[in-house]
């Protein structure tokens, strides 16, 4: 028995007073020590599958493929609808790609994720619901996109580690202004690791419709 198993097993027993009054039996106590643990058991992987969100959001916004790529199943599904932009990715690899092209040194990106829902499903999968709020800034095109949505997740867990299976929003509300000027960028972390490229592909992530083929001139820079 963990530690922490132990503690929350030994302040329940102490708080019952029937319990410190007539000491249950010993099939009745195994089913307490039992649901406490599937009850500890679920707080933990709700805690973890939070972890993987909070790391899901900063990878994206600092371009980590390599972060992303821990965080989400092989067959990650992807279908997130703008007011401008559709994209629908099947696959880890296609997914890292599209954000790897949009995320590049020309953009701004702040994606922060809210008030989250988290049900357990079963031991190995889960459903979560976060509040997106965002701000993007595409420097090339002096666009300013703000806005929000309500993410839909699934998560599995695969030999004991938690990943995203899919997500999915429809945006919530969504504002786009084109900038006469820009503001006064003093710091842009994705201009220095940021994928170079000569074309940007926000319509649907990979420019399949040909209008805006990705065309990566060097790759992101090693993160420091």
């Known amino acids: 028995m963990s530690r922490l198993t132990a503690a929350a097993l030994a302040a329940f027993i102490l708080s019952s007073p029937a319990l410190a009054a007539a000491p249950p039996k010993a099939d009745a106590l195994a089913e307490q020590v039992k649901a406490l643990r599937a009850e500890v058991q679920t707080l933990k992987d709700i805690e973890e599958i939070r972890m993987l969100k909070h ?8 371009a ?29 690899e296609q ?10 040194s020309e953009v701004i990106a702040q994606h922060n994720g809210h008030h989250p829902e988290i049900r357990i499903v079963s031991p190995t999968e889960a459903e979560g619901t976060w509040y997106l709020h965002d701000n993007f800034y595409n420097l090339r095109e002096k666009l300013y996109t703000t806005g929000t949505a309500f993410y839909h997740d699934r998560y599995v867990k695969v030999d004991g580690k938690w990943l995203l299976k899919s997500t999915e929003y429809k945006r919530h509300y969504e504002i786009v202004e084109k900038l006469d000027t820009l503001p006064n960028i003093t710091v842009d972390y994705l201009a220095d690791h940021g994928r170079k490229v000569a074309r940007h592909c926000h319509g649907d992530g990979l420019c399949r419709d040909g209008k805006d083929a990705p065309v990566a001139t060097t790759p992101a820079p090693a993160l420091r």
């Open 55 to 62: 790391a899901y959001f900063r990878g994206i916004d600092s």
């Open 64 to 92: 980590d493929l390599d972060l992303l790529r821990t965080v989400m199943h092989p067959d990650v599904a992807v279908h997130f609808i703008g007011g401008g932009y559709e994209w629908k990715l099947a696959g880890r």
């Open 95 to 104: 997914y890292l790609e599209a954000i790897g092209n949009n995320f590049n």
